[in-house]
């Protein structure tokens, strides 16, 4: 890269470049030489030594009489006049002409002495002319010969003046290479300036970057002096602790030889289990079936905040088992006189209004639970419409207020057969099914939908119930006039054995409609579907009647007809109703006063049901091999 310095130098060069250079003027070899007279010529010069006198004027002689001085250089001044002087010397001779005459003479010599001299001057002259001759000969030669080195030097001139016109091309050439270079070296600088620039940029970054990387260095040099630190003491604690190792290898080894002799032992008390399980199981049934194979529990929901009605008289005396219900009502007869009546009620159960949907559960879940062994179980809500059936099995949409069919699907969370129609309102006709070899029930053109989560239920419930409600819109009905049947198919696997038994929930319809909406009997509709009800659960009424009747006949009554086909409700329930299953009945009740002669009628009806005997229930087990 060209120095600054350089650069001034270039640039002195192309402001010389740019002068046009002074040729030499002609001669300029010799500039203080200028054409001189032929005196100063070269020939001349040779003879310089005798340089000739320059031309002196001939003095002019002096002249007396002004007459005898004309014809020279210097007229005179005065002249007398000829005339007198010739006639002086005519008229008279005496002293007087004497003294001209010598004065002649004295003129006369001076005239002779002039033209002598005048002579001498004219040679003299010629001589000089002859010798301006010579010198004009000479000075011709010379310039002659100045001249020639005149048309030389102009030729030479000529040829100067294209050098200098080529040299002023290349000069040209040369600047505008120059002016390339320079703007190619300014672009380069200035490219330089920005490449410099950036690099000043990135070394200010890169110091920031080190002095950084510095602290970080220095940050980890502290931290690897108290990791060393930590290091070594973790050194001496691993010594120590391989010490431990080794102490607690030969624990391990002792330990892993209990550990064998109490699998050992566990094994046995496993097998120990498995055949307490079986007794187990053979003493719950033993015990479902001393508690009777028709149950009834009996549930009152509490008073609601949208119930305007004076809340019923009802007492639960039995605070240990909770098995009795007491409802009294007081009238006035005709004499009067305050009646008081007082009606006692023992069932299986009694929950009181406070009971939850947890504690309900828990008493049925025993029940339940024979499912798994094999046993068909009906579990049904009867009452009135209000009193809390569909809460009992359906529930409300919490954990906490989940029913039991809930709560019976979190229990086993097994495959389950529910029924749902493939559109809201369900047209088709189905038939029921019962496998005499098995025991089994089956609808025909249902869907089944296998499900693996009790969260899947409770969808599949929430779908149920709408379609439940649409399908009794479209019918024009209310949600309370149809039954519900929830099915839950259990397979129970214990060792070798394989049970399968069937859960049915079933959630009737409303019960009170049997009396009230048939004596009003306004409605035609109303009046068809309260038959209908009233045909289904009268249907049920029959066949826990018949079957209690065939329980109490004992042996020999085997072949005693069962009216299941009077209704769809227990032709479907056939085979959890049968002597061979067992059965609940959840009997809700309303805790209004207004409600009382409708929760007497179902008391009493339900008391009818708890006393029936449905003979023993049989175990439907089949080998898995
Ligand atoms: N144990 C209870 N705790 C709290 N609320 C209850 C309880 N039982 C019933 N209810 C409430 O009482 C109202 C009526 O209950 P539900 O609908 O279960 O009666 P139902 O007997 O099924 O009536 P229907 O025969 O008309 O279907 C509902 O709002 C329900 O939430």
Known sequence: MP???RKAELEEEDEALDQPRKLPAFGASRPNRTLQPSRTAPNLAKAGSSVPKPLTKPRAPN???????????????????????????????????????????????????????????????????????????????????????????????????????????????LKKKHAREVMDLEMDMKQRERQNRELTEDLRLCRGDLDRERETVSALKSTLALQSTAHLTLTTQNKLLEAQVEAHAKMVA?????????ERVAEERRIEVREGEIVRR???????????????????????????????????????????????????????????????????????????????????????????????????????????????????????TAGMIPRAVDQYNETINDLLGAHD????????????????????????VPLHSASQVRSLLGVAQKRRSVAATMMNERSSRSHSVFTLRIRGVCGAEQCEGSLNLVDLAGSERLNVSFANGAEKERVRETQAINKSLSALGDVIAALGEKGAAG?????????????????????????????????????????????LTSLRFATKVNNTTIGTAKKQARSSS
Do not use: W
Not at 131 to 148: G, I
Not at 254 to 262: G, H, V
Not at 425 to 448: C, Q, W
Not at 569 to 575: E, F
């Open 3 to 5: 120095t600054l310095k």
């Open 63 to 173: 002249l007396t009489r002004s007459g005898m001085t004309r014809g020279t250089s210097a007229p005179p001044t005065s002249r007398p006049p000829p005339a007198r002087t010739t006639t002086r010397s005519v008229s008279g001779r005496g002293p007087a002409s004497s003294v001209e005459d010598r004065r002649f003479n004295q003129l006369q010599t001076q005239l002779s002495s002039i033209e002598s001299a005048r002579a001498a001057d004219a040679a003299r002259l010629a001589q000089d002319m002859e010798a301006e001759r010579a010198k004009v000969a000479e000075l011709q030669e010379n310039h002659a010969a100045l001249s020639r080195e005149l048309a030389a030097a102009r030729n030479h001139e000529l040829n100067q003046r294209r050098e200098l016109v080529h040299a002023s091309d290349e000069i040209e050439g």
């Open 254 to 262: 002792e330990l892993t030889l209990k550990l064998e002799e109490a």
């Open 282 to 400: 053979k003493l719950h049934n033993m015990v479902q079936e001393l508690k009777g194979n028709i149950r009834v529990f009996c549930r009152v929901r509490p008073v609601l905040p949208s119930d305007s009605d004076e809340e019923a008289n009802m007492a639960f005396p039995d605070k240990r088992e909770h098995k009795e219900i007491v409802l009294s009502s007081s009238s006035e007869s005709a004499m009067g006189q305050e009646r008081k009546e007082v009606y006692n009620f023992g069932f299986d159960k009694v929950f009181e209004p406070s009971a939850s949907q947890a504690e309900v559960f828990e008493e049925i879940s025993q029940l339940a639970q024979s499912c798994t062994d094999g046993y068909n179980v009906c579990i049904f809500a009867y009452g009135q419409t209000g009193s809390g059936k569909s809460f009992t099995m359906e529930g409300g949409p919490t954990e906490e």
């Open 425 to 448: 309102f369900d047209k088709k006709k189905h038939e029921i099914k019962h496998d005499p070899k098995t025991g089994a029930t089956r609808v025909t053109d249902i869907n089944v």
């Open 555 to 599: 042996v020999g009554a085997e072949g005693k007809h069962i009216p299941y086909r009077n209704s769809k409700l227990t032709y479907l329930l056939q085979n959890s109703l049968s002597g061979n299953s067992k059965t609940l009945m959840f009997l809700n009740l309303s805790p209004l006063a207004a409600h009382l002669n409708e929760s």
